[in-house]
């Protein structure tokens, strides 16, 4: 036997190259984007700029905040992610372990991947026409959050059925042999055997939305003051602060855009770790 | 405790495919039973009628009668749950709950039962894992996750997870089929030694296996490709591996199979 033939080394290193290479081009943004937002986004990380709002501040002014921004973003996707999350895992529930085959199975199946296609604008478009003209409750953080949940269910059924998917048949027969009743089977073997990857999916539906601007520009509006009652009343939020303040022809406002992009960012991040540290904490039994 | 189960005229279907028919049986108490056969021949089906999991197959159905002690397992008011809180099973690969430690595997049929009480589950659970000759590997070790056992052990855990139920029955499909043989003569001396307080019913390729744990052995076998599987003849373990009453058992028993 000879040695690898020089053909194939030559190939290999080919390869091996390219997907080099594949990675680069594809880690390049992310890195100039990163780099980008923390470059300009600490010239105002400060303390003013996460206590403060808008109000009375001046078009020139050097100070001015975020503070009622972040307050609302957290309150829209709070109450987004308390509407979507029950909803979304007990559909996922329903099409692996109960109707995945029966006709509504089907139908519910059909119209999640019909959701998960909806632009966003169309969500806000219709809570705007249904809840904020149409029955009169006029803009709020509430409505936002409507519009948000309508994004995120789809996402957290489609994530939450690939994890319960993932769950092999025989602990579900295991459980079921020793004579424990398919819900606790579901609640006490299932749901935590895919936990890890079912909040994963969860926070990943999560960071999806906190980006999202047009729905919340049709139904939360915008607001410069802190309006912390999501229930009543324009808030705002940090996708729409960052849309608004970029938008100005002046450099304060252009600095401000950037530090509530940081901001995002790291609120992303951070809930990325939490659920991180729940998997961690929850992955296999450990000794306790 | 351990109870008769009489067989009578039982047929099971996967949607429209007959998998087996015209079985009529009786499984002593306090006996191992083995169901030999080639591979497809309905034995795993039968033993999934017999705790009523082989209805979990979407579009599988049964037809025919099966009877523990008095009581008929298909009766209209009998709730399946109740039936496999009665008449256990141990799986051909070992299946223990990944997110739960050693401790809480065996627990797992009480607790999702609803026993709470902190002394009365550590007696339950020490006593399993005794029967299950594993205690003494895992004393130290019962927080532990019980996938990090060993396949035997693992399997000897899901022995004793089935027997912390105290059910009157235990089926094992293929028990062993996943161990090498070390492991598998532990099992095979588990299931001698839980003979006295269980009926035990084991699926098994191995026909070493079947003379020797098994007091009794069914023989299966298809009448032609596609066809249903039936029982042949079903004897003292002794009489079907010295003597069997038909030509195929005699075959198969052989290696004259086929």
């Known amino acids: 036997m000879t040695g690898i033939s020089f053909a194939r080394k030559l190939k290999d290193r080919l390869v091996f190259g390219l997907v080099c290479l594949a990675f680069i081009v594809a880690v390049a943004p992310l890195v100039s984007v990163l780099w980008m937002l923390v470059k300009n986004g600490m010239k105002r990380f400060d303390m003013n700029f996460f206590t403060h709002s808008m109000r009375n501040v001046g078009p020139l002014d050097n100070n001015g905040g975020a503070y009622h921004a972040l307050l609302g973003t957290v309150e829209q996707v709070g109450i987004a992610a308390v509407i979507a999350i029950p909803i979304g895992l007990l559909t996922a529930v329903y099409l692996i372990e109960y109707g995945g085959n029966r006709r509504l199975g089907r139908v519910i199946s059909f119209f999640v991947d019909v959701m998960t296609g909806v632009p966003s604008i169309v969500a806000g478009l219709f809570v705007l026409a249904f809840w904020v003209l149409g029955l009169g409750m006029g803009f709020s953080g509430f409505a936002g959050a409507m519009a948000l949940s309508i994004l995120m269910m789809p996402v957290v059924v489609r994530s939450a059925e690939e994890m319960l998917k993932l769950v092999p048949d025989e602990l579900r027969e295991a459980s079921l042999a020793l004579g424990v009743p398919k819900w606790r089977t579901i609640i006490s073997v299932v749901l935590p055997t895919a936990f890890t990857g079912i909040i994963t999916g969860i926070v990943l539906a999560i960071a999806r939305v906190m980006g999202e601007t047009a729905p919340l520009l049709l139904t939360v509006f915008g607001l410069d003051s802190i309006n912390p009652n999501a229930f009543n009343g324009p808030q705002e939020s940090l996708p729409l602060y960052i849309f608004q303040q970029a938008g100005m022809p002046n450099q304060p406002a252009i600095d401000r855009a950037w530090t509530a992009a940081l901001a995002l960012i790291l609120i992303i991040m951070v809930l990325n770790l939490v659920a991180r540290l729940l998997g961690w904490w929850r992955a296999p039994a450990k000794s306790r | ?258």
């Open chain 2, 1 to 258: 405790m351990a109870k008769r189960i009489e067989v009578s005229g039982l047929a099971a279907y996967y949607g429209k495919t007959r998998a087996i028919e015209d079985i009529s049986m009786t499984i002593e108490p306090r006996q191992v039973t083995a169901f030999i056969g080639p591979s497809g021949c309905g034995k795993s089906t039968l033993l999934r009628t017999l705790n009523r999991m082989h209805e979990l197959t979407p579009g599988a159905r049964v037809e025919g009668k099966v009877l523990l002690d008095d009581d008929d397992l298909y009766g209209t008011d009998v709730d399946p749950v109740v039936v496999r809180r009665n008449i256990g099973m141990v799986f051909q690969r070992p299946n223990p709950f990944p997110t739960m430690s050693i401790f809480d595997n065996v627990a797992a049929g009480l607790k999702l039962n609803g026993v709470r009480r902190k002394a009365q589950l550590a007696e339950i659970v020490e006593k399993s894992l005794r029967g299950a000759n594993l205690w003494n590997e895992v004393k130290d070790r019962l927080s532990r996750p019980g996938a990090g056992l060993s396949g035997g052990q693992q399997q000897r855990l899901c022995i004793a997870r089935a027997i912390a139920v105290e059910p009157q029955v235990l089926l094992m499909d293929e028990p062993c089929s996943a161990l090498d043989p070390i492991s598998t003569l532990a099992i095979e001396d588990l299931i001698a030694s839980l003979k006295g307080r269980y009926t035990i019913v084991i699926v098994t390729h191995n026909m070493q296996q079947a003379a020797r744990v098994s007091d009794t052995t069914g023989f299966f076998n298809l009448a032609a490709q596609g066809q249903p599987g039936r029982l042949v003849e079903m004897d003292d373990t002794n009489k079907i591996f010295t003597n069997p009453a038909e030509k195929s058992t005699e075959d198969y028993i052989t290696g004259r199979f086929g």
